[in-house]
C-alpha cells in the first residue's frame, strides 16, 4: 500500500524557535499533500492543501506567515512552524491522497509529528 | 457548513460486537470514510460508503443511509488491540477533502 513517512516524529523546542516538519511520500507522486492539526481528544483539523509548484491553500483562521508550507518536489511536503508558541503545540499529520478502486480517493496519512513548545 | 455527530467514548469487551455511530448534517454528500486511529499514530483507511447499505470487510463493516444522514461502523469479534479511536468523516460536493468528527474511543476490556 502508499507509504508516506513525516520528519521527525517528534520535537521539543523553546518558544520562538522555528520548526520544520517533512513529509514524504515514499512509492507514489503526490502533487497534492494536506496538512492537518490534532490537538488532544479533538478532531483532525485541515489546516492546507500543498501544491507542488504552486502556493499552499490555507484554511480559514490558519496563519499562512506562521505555518510555511513548500511543496518543492512530487515527493516532497514540508511545513515549518515560524516562531512556535506553546499554544503552537499539537500532533501535526500529513497525507497525500490515493485513488481507492472506484473513482473516489482516500487518504494515505503519514505518522504524524508530536510538537512539543516550551 | 457540516456538522459530524459520534460518541465520545464507548467500551466493550474482547470477542464481543460494537456498533459505532455517527451522524451528519451536509448539503451535497459525497461519501463516508471510517479510519482508526491508534493513540499517537496517524490514522488509518477502513472504509469508504458512498451507496446506501452495508460493506463487509473481515471483521469490520459500515453501514450507509443517505436518507438519514447515518452511517455506523460494525466490529465483530472484538479484540484488544481494536481499541483506537474511530473517526468518521464526510465528503461533500466536489471537494476530495473530507470532514473529520471528533472520533470516538473504543476501549475493548478482557
Known amino acids: 500500500g502508499a507509504v508516506v513517512s513525516q520528519h521527525p516524529s517528534w520535537v521539543i523546542c523553546k518558544s520562538g524557535t522555528s520548526v520544520k516538519i517533512e513529509c514524504r511520500s515514499l512509492d507514489f507522486q503526490a502533487t497534492t499533500m494536506f496538512w492537518y492539526r490534532q490537538f488532544p481528544k479533538q478532531s483532525l483539523m485541515l489546516m492546507a492543501t500543498?501544491?507542488?509548484?504552486?502556493?499552499?491553500?490555507?484554511e480559514q483562521g490558519v496563519e499562512k506567515d506562521k505555518f510555511l508550507i513548500n511543496h518543492a518536489s512530487l515527493t516532497l511536503s514540508t511545513l515549518t512552524v515560524t516562531s512556535a508558541h506553546p499554544e503552537d503545540s499539537s500532533f501535526y499529520i500529513c497525507?497525500?491522497?490515493?485513488?481507492?478502486?472506484?473513482?473516489?480517493?482516500?487518504?494515505?496519512f503519514g505518522p504524524g509529528t508530536r510538537l512539543t513548545v516550551l | 457548513g457540516q456538522n459530524i455527530d459520534q460518541p465520545t467514548e464507548m467500551t466493550a469487551t474482547e470477542g464481543a460486537i460494537v456498533q459505532i455511530n455517527c451522524t451528519y448534517q451536509?448539503?451535497?454528500?459525497?461519501?463516508l470514510f471510517w479510519y482508526q486511529q491508534h493513540a499517537g499514530e496517524a490514522p488509518t483507511f477502513l472504509s469508504y460508503?458512498?451507496?446506501?447499505g452495508l460493506e463487509e470487510k473481515g471483521r469490520f463493516s459500515s453501514f450507509l443511509s443517505r436518507s438519514k444522514g447515518y452511517s455506523y461502523l460494525l466490529l465483530k469479534e472484538l479484540q484488544m488491540k481494536d481499541s483506537a479511536s474511530y473517526l468518521c468523516a464526510v465528503k461533500t460536493g466536489g471537494s476530495y477533502i473530507p470532514t473529520f468528527g471528533r472520533g470516538t474511543s473504543l476501549i475493548v476490556h478482557p
Open positions: 460508503n458512498v451507496l446506501d
Open positions: 500543498s501544491n507542488e509548484g504552486s502556493k499552499a491553500t490555507y
Open positions: 451536509t448539503s451535497g454528500f459525497n461519501g
Open positions: 497525507s497525500a491522497p490515493q485513488r481507492l478502486a472506484g473513482s473516489t480517493d482516500t487518504q494515505y
